[in-house]
């Protein structure tokens, strides 16, 4: 057992020498910025014919589809990460902010709001704002969230 635990603590020093390689260089002009462009774009197509326009055709199917749509792409880029394939997971990144994009124009949502909620959060630990906005259950109520 003794061994095991500097194993652990051997494995984790090693861990925190390990430098992470700098990210690639940022193609010019690929910001955040495209994600309020896309959110407009959306936005602009909702009333499109939804025989020329994946939003338009998506957006009138309800917001139960679109929902289903988010998840499913949210479940392959899921699935890319747990491959740790990059340029899937990549792909896959794209495709579920722009159903995320959709599912904020179909329930009236502006990106400015969401923009808010992080700017709030920003320099906080992630841990302590979960426990800021936790409600205590009832004794042996269930959830369904993940703690």
């Given amino acids: 057992m003794a061994k095991d635990i500097k194993k652990a603590e051997k494995a984790e020093k090693k861990d925190l020498k390990r430098v992470d390689p700098p990210p ?12 309020d462009r896309l959110w407009a774009v959306v936005m602009q197509r909702r009333t499109a014919d939804p025989a020329v326009s994946h939003s338009a055709r998506l957006l009138a199917r ?3 589809k679109v929902a289903q749509k988010f998840g499913e792409e949210a479940v392959e880029c899921v699935i890319e990460a747990v491959a740790r394939n990059k340029p899937a ?3 896959e990144s794209a495709d579920v902010l722009y159903h995320l994009m959709v599912v904020w124009v179909d329930a009236g949502v502006h990106p ?4 808010s909620v992080l700017q709030q959060r920003e320099g906080v630990s992630g841990i302590a ?3 800021s906005r936790a409600v205590p259950l009832a004794l042996g109520e269930k959830t369904k969230k993940i703690p």
Avoid: D, F, R, Y
């Fill in 89 to 91: 997971l990549i792909t």
């Fill in 24 to 35: 690639p260089p940022v193609p010019a002009g690929a910001t955040a910025e495209v994600l």
């Fill in 62 to 64: 309800g917001t139960p």
């Fill in 112 to 115: 400015s709001e969401v923009w």
């Fill in 129 to 131: 704002e979960k426990a």
